[in-house]
């Protein structure tokens, strides 16, 4: 089993300052974990992702995100936020890639808001 | 880049009606899903796909869906009969095996 939870349904920061995004997971397997973000009226897109490799991870945009198997978890960083990066983001959880039967499961969403 | 697309990008159907969503998932793909999003809520997971046969599904695909890979590119979802909580945006997803996966950009449907 697996699940996923997003600490803050809603985040608002002022441009040009850090981005901290929560997510905290459970699963009985090692996961692999991911960061997609959803533009008003878009689709899904991946930001990053954690496969078992290294435990920083950087993704497009500036974002990077570190697993912290300890904690259990899997925050999204940014280090000066852009009006741009206003949107929704999901964190996701699924078993190990090479399973690609399984589904994903989604966290319940953050919304950023960049303030000018 | 190659790219999951979907079509419609939206779809206004009454209820009792069947509609068909359509995606064309990226063509070296392997495993294919659907997964939904009503307004506000989550995304939740429908159904996989994989060697012609759906491998999981979750107890929101009940007996008023199905899906198809009709032609070996394109991949159908189809709810026989629309009630008004079947709208949502849907979405389409393929992957390799060791990928992460693809997401088209949705149908929006709304079920009047």
């Known amino acids: 089993a697996q699940s996923v939870t997003q600490l803050d349904s809603h985040v608002s920061v002022s441009e040009g300052t850090p981005v901290l995004l929560r997510c905290n997971y459970s699963s009985s397997y090692s996961p692999s974990l991911f960061w997609y973000v959803q533009h008003p009226n878009k689709g899904l897109q991946l930001l990053l992702k954690?496969?078992?490799?290294?435990?920083l991870v950087k993704g497009i945009n500036g974002f990077e995100a570190e697993f912290k198997k300890s904690e259990t978890s899997f925050h999204l960083t940014k280090p000066s936020a852009h009006m741009s990066d206003a949107a929704e983001y999901f964190c996701?959880?699924?078993?190990?890639?090479?399973?690609?039967?399984?589904?994903?499961?989604f966290g319940s969403g953050t919304r950023l808001q960049v303030q000018p | 880049e190659p790219e999951v697309t979907q079509t419609p990008s939206h779809q206004v159907t009454q209820m009792g009606q069947e509609v068909i969503l359509r995606c064309v998932p990226i063509s070296n793909h392997l495993y294919f899903y659907w997964y939904r999003q009503i307004l506000g809520q989550k995304v939740e997971f429908l159904v996989s796909?994989?060697?012609?046969?759906?491998?999981?599904k979750s107890e929101i695909f009940d007996d008023q869906f199905s899906v198809e890979r009709p032609d070996g590119s394109n991949f159908t979802l189809k709810i026989r009969s629309t009630k008004l909580e079947d709208s949502a945006m849907y979405f389409c997803a393929s992957k390799q095996r060791n990928t992460e996966a693809f997401f088209g950009q949705g149908t929006r449907l709304t079920v009047v």
């Open positions: 796909f994989y060697n012609n046969e759906i491998s999981e």
């Open positions: 954690y496969t078992s490799a290294a435990t």
């Open positions: 996701v959880v699924s078993p190990p890639m090479d399973t690609g039967r399984r589904a994903l499961t």
